[in-house]
Each structure stands twice: as structure tokens, then as C-alpha cells.
């Protein structure tokens, strides 16, 4: 390659990062520099490994000519001892045509035997008693169709093994049977005179994990656990001890534990909480397989129900529940793989109306392959007004950042006038979230720093003296960053209100899920964003009664996952603003994320059943 052709392709981190490993072996060939480029560039755009064999990965499908085969490659890289290897503990790790830097390989390497552990890992449990207590927690899995089912599946699962991997979209009930299931757990130990499990949830945001404990309150059943926190906080992760206070030495005081948005959870903070886990303990997964991944390298959640295959189980999983139930699961397949007795999906969204608009459409975006799948989304628009609705977009960014469209801002306006009119804390928080604006991308035209610009302009509020939005009642909050004294957490929501004393305050949902307020001094707010509009990955974990996406005019900036993320965030109506052929050429685009942990888990399944690896992609 030459030379003056490397800064045209790679950043300058890229370059740094290649040059400082090509340095570190002495007569080395080029295509080292090149790989460690990718390996660096593969990190930044949320992979966890570079794929040799599929670089138009990470070069939006161009290709540069200077990249080699995968086979003269791969020998290339196997010449550089020092910097690469399959065993040693080198910077860039090579598995078959998976290029990792070290870190990351040895934490999903480490990852994947714990899941193996904790999958493989059967309970001693009554299948007899076990069928007898969940009768009257789903008195209704036996009807045809019944989402309580699968939710009695899952359950069942949860209970048999040391580990469940529950996915489901909005509205499928998965903290109904995540309560459920502790109420089995304690109702066991109680039949089997041992003591009362110690309960924990917890879910990636402050966000999640206040709509999990109050999830879990309202299904009423009893024990009732904790408050639901950040993993970040379980794990006692601060500046000061980023690895965490608790760990394989010190592992977490829990017997079975809840984590919710589990698709949120990067990979290397996945693995800190399962290293943390005591060896005895049982953990129920929770979340969507569908929805985006974590801003962070890794597509965990996905990666595990992929393994897991959710509509199979092995034979001894059939007979444990023919043995429970009296009857078997005609519906589901065979197979050997241990992990897949863990895994259940539930179907069935009582949310959404079946024949409804948005329960459709979040269906249509979820399984959109071909471009007649496209047509049928504007086509639902049209059809379901009363959910769904299509505004007028501008020809182009430009015209957009200048005045929006007449209808965006008389829907914004209208929308978010009761935010800044509410009369009691208690209505502002309650009206920030029936309306909110999502968009894909934080700068840009389209991005959300712009629009809450544009907002604030539309409302008619002044500017301070420095240019930017000053602190005025009604103005939503979001927190960035984890600040426990402050006891505010990484998208946390709040809005600026009076407090008791008259002075403004950031204002914010009690912790005790069961309503009431708290107030924060604004000095004492950590790193915080305007949030009159969010991008669609820091609003996960929330929910609207009503929704504004706004897609950008370029769709390598969007996918399907996003979309689909975005439609099921809202509970009544969907407005959206988009350019067609924009959304087709999103809506088309699968986010792959490159990881070789689905392939650590069907090989580890394969050696121990003898039979052949799953492909992992």
C-alpha cells in the first residue's frame, strides 16, 4: 500500500494505533499496519472483532484496493509473533478470520464460559412441584394463543436452570412473568423449607431501572424485591474503581437476580456483572432481540438468543415440562444445544393491538427485507390515521434547519405547551412523558442538538448570555453521566421546576417507584442536554404516549433497528418525518455487529454434545 494513500482511508487514531503495532515488529508487511487500522476503526463503529474475510463492513461497502486477500492476510499476520496470535497474550488477537484487539477476545472468550456455566448449570428443582405453583401464576397458558403460555414457558425455564434469556417486544409481558418468577423462587424455597431468596434488579440506565421497579410493584406479587438500580452502581463502578467493587472475589450478596434492557448492555459491562455473580445464584435476562444494540462494541442480548435459539429445546427440557404440565411443546423443535433450554420469546404484545396501527408497523420495520416490505410502511401510515401519521418533510437539510415546516411547529408547539404550564411538579414530570421528539443522530441538521435548539426558538424562550438555553421552568433534563452523590444516573430524565422554597430546581422521579418527586440544586446537576428531543438510543429503556421521529435525509445514518426501536417507544400515536427514498434505503440496512461470541457458544455446545457448530453470523 502506499504510504500517501493510509491517511486518505484512516483517521488519525487509526494511523497512530497502526503505526505504534507495526513498530513493535520489525520487518513486518504492510497489510499489519492495514489490520490493526480496521481492528481500531472495527472497535469504533461498536464491533467487537474485524472480520478479514468481510471488510466492506467497515468501509460503508468500498472497499480500498489495497486490501489483500483473506488468505495471504491471515499468513501475513501469523508472521508477526509479537503483535499477533492465536494463543499468546499479544495486542491483536487472530481467531479463524476474526481480528480482535486483546481485550475485547478475552472478555468475550470469558463471557462465553460463564453463560456456558451458568446455562449448563441445572437447578434441583420438582418439576411436579414446580408445575403445581406456576398453575395459578398463569392460570391461562393452557388456552390457544394465550400470551400467558410462553409466559409460563419462560418461567418454567427460569426455574429449571441457573440462567433465562427472555426476549419480547413492548407489551409482551416480560416483567409481568420477571415478578412472577420471583414470587416462584420464593414460594419454592418456602415448600423446600429453605430460606427466602435475596432478590436483586437492576438495568443499564436509571430510566430502565425506575420503569422496572415500577413494573415489578405493579404486577402486586409477593416477596416484593428492591428497588431496581444501575449496573453501574451494583457493581459499585466509579472513576476510582472502573472495574468495580464487586467481582469474583467480591461477589454480589444475591440468589436471583432480574436485569431489564439487557440489548442496552455492552459487552465488557455484561461480563462484569456475570463475574460478579456468586456461583449459586440464578439470573433472568431480559429484553428485545430486535431493538438497537449498546453505543459500546457488542450486540450481547442478540447474540445470546441467536445462540439460544428460542424455538427449540432439548429432550430432557421436554420431558422435565411434559413431566410439569402433563403435556408437551409440539410447536418447538429439537436440539442439543444446552444454552436454548435458557432462551424463550415472547410473542404475543397486549400493548399493541394485533390489528393496530403501531403493533403493525413496529412488525412490518422488524422483519423488512425487500423494498415491497418498505411500501407497505407508508402504505399502514395512511391506512391507521388515527396512529399513525406522515408529516410533510423539506426537500433538504437546509430548508429544514431554516423553519421546519409549519406543521412540525405547530405540533410542537401544541404538544409541549402543557410541559411549560404544568402547575405542580408532579403534572410537569407526568406531561414530559407523553410527548417527546426522537431523531437518529445527536449533531447534524437532523440531529438532536439542533432540533432542541429549534424548540427552544418555536417556544418563544430567550436566550441567556452566552448563546446557549439558560435554566427556565419546564426546560426537560437529561443526564449523561453517573454522579451517585447526586444520586442521578445516565439518562435519568428530569425538568427544571420550583422547588418548595420558590427557587428552580431540576426536578426528578423519587427512586421508590412508587410516585412522588425529588428535587436536585441545579449547582449540583452532573453533565446534563436540553431534552425536548433525544436520539432514539438514549430514549431506550423510556416510553410516550405520543412520538415525533424525525429521519435524517441520509440514510447510511439509520437502520432498521433504529426504526424499530423508535415505533416501539410509543404507546398511542406516532408522528414521522422522513424522506422515502430515505427510509427505504434505511429501513434496509441490518446493523450487523461482527462478534465471534455466538460462535464461542454453539462450539463450547458442539464439544461437549458432539454435534457441529452453529454459524454465528
Same mark, same amino acid.
Given at each position: 500500500m502506499n504510504n500517501s494513500v493510509f491517511p486518505l482511508v484512516f483517521n488519525r487514531f487509526e494511523q497512530n494505533f497502526a503505526n505504534f503495532l507495526y513498530h513493535l515488529s520489525p520487518g513486518a508487511p504492510e497489510s499489519l499496519r492495514t489490520a490493526a487500522a480496521l481492528a481500531a476503526r472495527a472497535v469504533s463503529q461498536q464491533h467487537v472483532c474485524c472480520r478479514l474475510d468481510m471488510p466492506q463492513l467497515y468501509f460503508d461497502g468500498r472497499v480500498p484496493a489495497f486490501i489483500p486477500s483473506v488468505e495471504s492476510w491471515r499468513a501475513d499476520l501469523l508472521r508477526c509473533p509479537a503483535v499477533v496470535s492465536s494463543e499468546a497474550a499479544t495486542p491483536l488477537v487472530l481467531q479463524g478470520n476474526r481480528l480482535y484487539l486483546q481485550r475485547y477476545y478475552l472478555c468475550e472468550r470469558e463471557l462465553a464460559e460463564t453463560i456456558r456455566r =451458568? /446455562?449448563?448449570? *441445572? &437447578? @434441583?428443582? @420438582? $418439576?411436579? #412441584?414446580?408445575?403445581a405453583a406456576l398453575q395459578p401464576l398463569f392460570p391461562h397458558a393452557e388456552q390457544p394463543g394465550s400470551p400467558e403460555f410462553r409466559q409460563r414457558l419462560a418461567a418454567f425455564a427460569a426455574v429449571r436452570g441457573r440462567l433465562a434469556v427472555i426476549s419480547g417486544g413492548p407489551g409482551t409481558g416480560k416483567t409481568y412473568t420477571a415478578a412472577r418468577i420471583l414470587a416462584l423462587h420464593a414460594e419454592l424455597a418456602q415448600i423446600a423449607h429453605r430460606p427466602a431468596p435475596r432478590l436483586m434488579l437492576a438495568a443499564p440506565?436509571? *430510566?430502565a431501572a425506575a420503569r422496572l421497579t415500577q &413494573?415489578? #410493584?405493579a404486577a402486586a406479587m409477593t416477596p416484593t424485591p428492591p428497588a431496581a438500580v444501575t449496573l453501574h452502581r451494583l457493581l459499585g463502578i466509579t472513576p476510582e474503581f472502573p472495574e468495580g467493587r464487586r467481582n469474583h472475589r467480591q461477589p454480589l450478596p444475591v440468589d436471583v437476580a432480574v436485569v431489564d434492557e439487557v440489548s442496552m448492555v455492552p459487552l465488557t459491562l455484561l461480563n462484569a456483572f456475570f463475574s460478579a455473580l456468586p456461583d449459586h445464584a440464578s439470573v433472568i435476562l431480559l429484553g428485545d432481540m430486535h431493538q438497537l444494540s449498546s453505543v459500546e462494541p457488542g450486540c450481547v442480548f442478540g447474540d445470546l438468543c441467536r445462540a439460544g435459539q428460542p424455538e427449540a429445546y432439548t429432550m430432557e427440557f421436554f420431558n422435565d415440562y411434559r413431566s410439569a404440565f402433563g403435556n408437551g411443546l409440539e410447536d418447538f423443535s429439537q436440539t442439543t444445544a444446552r444454552l436454548a433450554d435458557a432462551t424463550v420469546e415472547l410473542t404475543v &404484545?397486549?400493548? =399493541?393491538n394485533a390489528t393496530g396501527g403501531i403493533g403493525r408497523l413496529a412488525e412490518v420495520v422488524k422483519n423488512a427485507r425487500t423494498r415491497h416490505d418498505v411500501d407497505n410502511i407508508r402504505q399502514l401510515i395512511r391506512q391507521f390515521s388515527n396512529e399513525l401519521t406522515e408529516l410533510p418533510c423539506p426537500e433538504n437539510s437546509d430548508s429544514f434547519r431554516r423553519s421546519g415546516t409549519t406543521e412540525l411547529r405547530r405540533l410542537i408547539r401544541e404538544h409541549y405547551r402543557p410541559l411549560l404550564l404544568a402547575e405542580t411538579a408532579e #403534572? /410537569?414530570?407526568a406531561a414530559l412523558d407523553r410527548f417527546r421528539i426522537l431523531t437518529a443522530t445527536r449533531v447534524g441538521p437532523f440531529g438532536s442538538e439542533t432540533l432542541n435548539r429549534l424548540v427552544y426558538e418555536w417556544l418563544g424562550k430567550p436566550q441567556s448570555e452566552n448563546g446557549t438555553t439558560a435554566f427556565f421552568r419546564g426546560r426537560p433534563l437529561l443526564i449523561v453521566?453517573?454522579?451517585?452523590? /447526586?444520586d442521578l444516573f445516565n439518562g435519568d430524565t428530569g425538568i427544571v421546576f420550583p422547588a418548595p422554597d420558590g427557587r428552580l430546581a431540576a426536578c426528578f422521579p423519587a427512586r421508590d417507584g412508587q410516585g412522588g418527586v425529588r428535587f436536585v440544586p441545579l449547582s449540583l446537576l452532573p453533565r446534563h442536554e436540553t431534552a425536548f428531543a433525544m436520539t432514539v438510543h438514549k430514549s431506550q429503556g423510556s416510553e410516550f404516549d405520543e412520538l415525533l421521529l424525525l429521519l435524517p435525509d441520509r440514510p447510511e445514518l439509520f437502520n432498521r433497528e433504529l426504526v424499530y426501536t423508535a415505533i416501539t417507544r410509543t404507546r398511542r400515536h406516532l408522528f414521522m418525518q =422522513?424522506? $422515502?427514498? /430515505?427510509?427505504s434505503a434505511g429501513i434496509l440496512h441490518d446493523a450487523m455487529r461482527t462478534s465471534g461470541l455466538v460462535e464461542q457458544l454453539t462450539a463450547q455446545e458442539a464439544a461437549t454434545s458432539g454435534s457441529p457448530s452453529l454459524r454465528s453470523e
Open positions: =451458568f /446455562a449448563t448449570r *441445572k &437447578s @434441583d428443582f @420438582d $418439576p411436579v #412441584a414446580t408445575g440506565t436509571g *430510566k &413494573s415489578i #410493584a &404484545s397486549r400493548r =399493541f #403534572a /410537569a414530570l453521566e453517573n454522579d451517585r452523590d /447526586a =422522513f424522506l $422515502p427514498e /430515505a427510509l
